[in-house]
């Protein structure tokens, strides 16, 4: 048992609260310094807890080696001291110095990972209503990494007492945290329609570090975290048995809960990419007022929604008659990267981060939840574009309200651009009689519902592509 006077003075003197310091320093000044998709939308680490969760677990690409490298570091005291013959020679228990040095360690760079949690966690509070605990199993199995690395690094450092294992370690981290992410971890595929992707496969699930948060419904699933805390917890083992191993045979046994750890975690991880980030139902639950709805994540923002949504139901059913959808609904489909998109006629779905309603307030977003229920979009998810949708979703806004303006969210240098080429295409079709113009609009929603066809090409009376 860890002596409690010992640990603190093993805080005092070892270099285990500059561990701490070391790694909390570079994610926040990463978090808040460097731009990026997690300051922005849905998904921004400070709006839901999940997104919180996984944004700082994903930071460990670069945390988890730096553990790993600070470890080895540690490691190397008793061999930099020149006491290791000495202590061999104490009655004191090899493993009761082993525990307090991992011990230390360990209290400061969890304590460093709680700290960056709290950070975002004082954040989140003030931004959602939405509160679970779906969040923590991500956070603990992330700083359960921290501590894994940690002990392991020191292990190594122990076993091999050289100045140059602590940055071949950190180094050799690092390139397993990057083929992880980039290759060994990721199996190449193609959508529907051919275009070429990469998932994540059961390797990489053993990188302490997630993939980039591109939906606040995704979490982790309960066979992930299980696997994970079962290899971490083996490489901590294999760690700490390092660190009082005496013998070059004892050091190789030592290297016996590790592989065991990997052998039964790889047992235990899904190999079906839809089970390892899943959707969290909870989450994605609806709150509805009236035939306006939103994921409890959103919930917040119903009030500011239903009004405009109310609104843009009655000017749709207005032209389109028993044609038009009857409810709104925030789009909980995940659907993987590059994939085409879904949609229904009886219900405008919309996203949030989508660029027309993230723009929108008031009047404005009656105008753009009308463009989404006549064209929606059929960019892959995850691509972004410019040109075919958007025209149409002007003009077939416009057609609704009888006025022409640029779309919520349309980019200041854009408009003139978006005007010269919807402009005629709208004064075309006012022009025409009633019938010619349901006409239209119709064969337009039927490209734009089945992403089959070109709906602005269908507004000019042309054929789909």
Same mark, same amino acid.
């Given at each position: ?8 003075i ?9 561990? &701490?310091?070391?790694?909390l ?24 807890? #999940? ?34 013959e ?30 960056l ?7 989140v ?5 939405? #509160? ?5 199993p ?17 292990g ?7 100045v ?61 975290h299980?696997?994970? #805390? ?8 294999? &760690? ?5 191993a ?9 290297l ?11 047992l235990?991880?899904?190999?079906d ?24 994540t ?5 009030a ?14 207005g032209?389109l ?9 925030e789009n ?7 994939? #085409? ?24 977003l ?20 410019? &040109? ?37 295409v ?8 009633r ?10 929603r ?5 992403c ?14």
């Open positions: 048992m860890v002596n409690v006077r010992v640990l603190r093993e805080l005092k003197r070892s270099v285990a609260p500059w561990a &701490g310091a070391v790694i320093t570079p994610a926040l000044a990463f978090l808040y310094l460097i731009p990026g998709s997690w300051w922005t939308g849905t998904t921004a680490w400070t709006a839901q807890w #999940t997104s919180m969760a996984l944004w700082t677990r994903s930071l460990l690409f670069y945390l988890w080696p730096l553990a790993v490298g600070l470890g080895a570091l540690q490691g190397l005291r008793d061999h930099r001291s020149k006491m290791s000495l202590l061999t020679s104490t009655p004191r228990p090899a493993r009761h110095r082993a525990a307090t040095l991992a011990g230390a360690t360990a209290i400061t760079l969890a304590s460093a990972f709680a700290l949690v709290l950070v975002g966690a004082v954040q509070v003030a931004n959602t209503e939405y #509160t679970h605990l779906g969040w923590l991500i956070s603990l199995v992330g700083a359960l990494s921290l501590v894994a690395g940690a002990v392991l690094g020191m190594a450092g122990r076993a091999l007492p050289s140059l294992t602590p940055p071949a370690l950190a180094m050799g981290a690092f390139v397993f945290t990057a083929l992880m992410q980039m290759s060994l971890g990721r199996t190449e595929t193609a959508t529907a329609t051919g275009l070429p992707g990469t998932e994540p496969n059961r390797i990489s699930l053993l990188s302490p570090a997630v993939q980039e948060v591109r939906d606040a419904l995704v979490t982790l699933s309960a066979s992930v299980v696997g994970q #805390t079962i290899w971490l917890l083996a490489m901590a083992a294999t &760690g700490f048995a390092l660190l009082v005496a013998t070059p045979r004892t050091r190789l046994l030592s016996t809960p590790v592989l065991a750890g990997a052998v039964i975690a790889l235990v991880l899904p190999s990419p839809r089970r390892m980030y899943v959707v969290d139902k909870a989450a994605a639950e609806l709150v509805c007022d009236g035939p306006v709805c939103v994921t409890k959103q919930q917040a923002r119903l500011d929604l239903a009004g405009p949504g109310k609104k843009a139901l009655r000017l749709l059913h032209a008659g028993s044609q038009a959808p009857v409810s709104v609904r909980t489909a995940v659907l993987p990267q590059g994939s #085409t998109p879904q949609w229904s006629r009886k219900t405008v779905l919309f996203d949030f981060d989508d660029d027309i309603i993230a723009a929108a307030k008031g009047e404005q009656t105008w753009a939840l009308i463009a989404k229920g006549m064209v929606p979009g059929c960019t892959p998810v995850g691509w972004s574009s410019f &040109g075919g949708d958007l025209f149409a979703q002007t003009v077939a806004a416009g057609w609704v309200l009888g006025d022409l303006r640029p779309l919520p969210g349309t980019p200041a240098s854009l408009r003139r651009e978006v005007d010269a080429e919807t402009r005629p709208w004064k075309e079709l006012k022009a025409l009689p019938a010619e113009q349901l006409s239209r609009i119709n064969a337009m039927a490209a734009a519902f089945s089959k066809g070109d709906p602005f090409d269908a507004l000019k009376g042309g054929a789909s592509r």
